[in-house]
């Protein structure tokens, strides 16, 4: 392989075969309209599509979040990729030779020496420890308990369960008879120091070992689960420059075409939990692990899936768990289904009691986050007490009381109405008062720049996208949104106004496009943006080349454009004096104000000619 930058040639091949509505078209279902696609963002959570491809010019843009790009940007946002890994796995698709590694300032994480070494020790750690549980006499008492546990030899392959010897130094010795640093292996998790510092023993040993992959599904950790009574019960690899707990989801390699496919995952607490079910059917299932939800797993999730079905644990801490989880999917702009366990059940344990056939109706009749609050809340309550009842009864429509749906308010009321034999009227007017003191509390706008599309943001976005630009900064758009499509108009523009721009992003654009022209290349979108490498230029630029094009446009128009831009420095100038002639008459300087008012006449005059 030749190490360095992509080449461009490659880059070229890689946008050209991948069409990006054929691309787009896998994560979004678009519509076509007119010479746009559209669709529902995939970034952000929408109810009327504004996320517009253009096949045209292969580039795609979101009016409501502002994202935008080209085909390989597109897939590096989807998918968490850096710009050399979505280039590679776009070429690889493509069948373009991968004949290059990356090095210096195109160096990326992945291409880590350190990291790539601490990987492939990971995947051979992993192929030997399944081998010693597989193939050796000392393996046979962990393959034992799998099999008592409903684990198969298929089950076993498939997730390449290992054991780790009950020994100080087995995969040491391993390692280092095939050239790995020790040093290395332990900052990368396999390894820990002796006590006395005088070398290193395995991390793991006595445990069955359950290989923990990253979204390549290449081997970055493991789980080790003791096999007789002891603690720790199961023992992860500690965090490394390969292995992030928070952003790092069990099974998602596997699940990931059954996700996307049926837009739905299904979230374990553990990972034989995933297993099990997967034996069961359930290809969609994917674990944290060895931690709580975060908001990272949240947005990995929201790029594969529309809905989570959770299925914890159905003890109480289980489903603690599950009710902390919710508001963070949610604000993922994901939607929340919660599959109910019997008590002191986990899904591992349900399906070893009443089979897959039972799990599957399980998964497919899950209960909405609020009857899933309204069964949480009443664990907390006492029902056989009046007290109790009443309590229940008032937590139960505050939680009713948040839903937007009337009629989903109706339903839960009538239920409680029923159960409870409460006249309906009643909790409708309680449920009403918690909605007035609600919207006392929801704050008049939503400054957050980041949040979830929902219908208030909509109006706000439509609002502050609305807000009329001065003349200077429109000019610079449409002059820009021609030059990224007509490189005479660029070689003029260059010629009469350089890089004049006021507007920063505008400047550098103009400076990127220059260059681009400059270095041979015909106008093309797509390859223009490919060159800026800078998020947020990429989604100016997209913006500016998503514009309405039918605005005329000839030398007049062009001259007109340039002349606002270079009369904003006068018209600067011009405020600037006015200040001073207003503080200078109020200092009483009746000389210095005349003055400047003169020199303001004269700048005015520049202008009108």
């Known amino acids: 392989m030749t190490s360095g930058k992509i080449p461009d040639d490659v880059i070229d091949a890689v946008r050209k075969r991948h069409d990006i509505a054929e691309t787009v078209g896998k994560y979004v279902h678009l519509t076509k309209r007119g010479k746009y696609m559209v669709g529902l963002c995939p ?12 096949p045209e010019m292969q580039i795609y843009h979101c009016y409501g979040c502002g994202k935008g790009g080209n085909v390989i940007r597109f897939v590096q946002e989807m998918e968490g990729y850096s710009f050399p890994e979505a280039v590679r796995v776009l070429a690889e698709s493509a069948g373009i030779p991968v004949t290059w590694t990356s090095s210096g300032q195109g ?23 399944h081998y010693l549980l597989s193939n050796t006499k000392q393996g046979e008492r962990a393959k034992h308990y799998l099999r008592e546990r409903g684990m198969t030899d298929r089950l076993i392959d498939q997730f390449m369960i290992g054991y780790a010897p009950d020994e100080w130094d087995v ?3 391993f390692l280092s008879g095939r050239g790995y640093s020790l040093e290395l292996m332990e900052s990368g998790g396999l390894l820990s120091p002796k006590s006395d510092g005088s070398g290193y023993v395995d991390r793991f040993r006595g445990r069955i070992m359950f290989p923990l992959w990253d979204r390549e599904g290449q081997a970055v950790a493991f789980a080790g689960r003791i096999i007789d009574e002891g603690q720790p019960k199961y023992l992860n690899s500690p965090e490394s420059m390969v292995f992030t707990k928070s952003r790092m989801l069990y099974n998602m390699h596997h699940a990931k075409p059954f996700v996307r496919k049926s837009k739905s995952a299904v979230l374990f607490e553990g990972f034989m939990d995933v297993i099990k079910a997967w034996n069961a059917g359930v290809k969609n299932g994917v674990a944290t692990m060895g931690t709580a939800l975060t908001e990272e797993h949240c947005v990995s999730l929201r790029r594969q899936a529309e809905e ?10 289980g489903q603690a768990a599950a009710h902390k989880s919710i508001p963070l999917l949610q604000a993922a702009g994901l939607k929340v289904l919660i599959a109910i366990l019997p008590k002191g059940k986990d899904p591992d344990e349900y399906i070893e009691e009443y089979g897959p056939e039972a799990f599957s109706r399980l998964l497919d009749d899950p209960v909405s986050t609020t009857k899933f609050r309204l069964i949480y809340s009443r664990k907390n309550h006492i029902l056989l007490k009046e007290e109790g009842r009443k309590n229940y009864l008032m937590e139960a429509v505050g939680i009713v009381a948040e839903l937007d749906s009337s009629t989903e308010r109706e339903l839960h009321l009538k239920e409680l109405s029923r159960e409870f034999d409460v006249s309906l009227d009643a909790l409708k007017q309680d449920c009403h008062e918690y909605r007035m003191e609600l919207q006392k509390k929801k704050p008049q706008r939503d400054n957050n720049d980041n949040s979830w599309n929902n219908g208030r943001n909509e109006k706000r976005r439509v609002s502050r996208a609305s807000t009329l630009l001065p003349a200077y900064a429109t000019a610079e758009r449409r002059l820009l949104h021609v030059m990224m499509q007509n490189r005479e108009v660029a070689e003029d ?22 260059a681009y022209y400059a270095g041979g290349h015909e106008p093309d979108p797509a390859r223009f943006i490919e060159t800026l490498h800078d998020e947020r230029l990429e989604q100016t630029a997209t913006a500016i080349l998503m514009m309405d094009g039918g605005f005329p446009f000839d030398e007049a128009v062009m001259e007109a454009f340039i002349h606002d831009i270079k009369k904003v420095p006068k018209q600067r100038e011009i405020e600037r004096k006015r200040e001073e002639m207003v503080r200078a008459e109020r200092a009483g300087d009746a000389i ?16 009108k000619n």
């Open 107 to 129: 160096n990326s994480a992945g291409q880590d020496p350190n990291r790539l070494k601490v990987i492939e020790a990971h995947e051979l750690a992993a192929k030997f420890y």
């Open 43 to 54: 970034f952000h959570s929408e109810k009327t599509p504004s996320f517009t491809v253009t």
């Open 592 to 607: 210095t104000a005349a003055q400047l008012g003169l020199e303001i006449i004269a700048l005015e005059r520049q202008l």
């Open 493 to 514: 523009v260059h010629a009469r106004l350089g890089e004049s721009f006021h507007v920063e992003d505008h400047a550098a654009l103009a400076a990127y496009l220059y």
């Open 308 to 317: 989570v079905v959770l299925c914890y644990d159905g003890d109480d801490a």
């Open 171 to 173: 995969l040491s010795r």
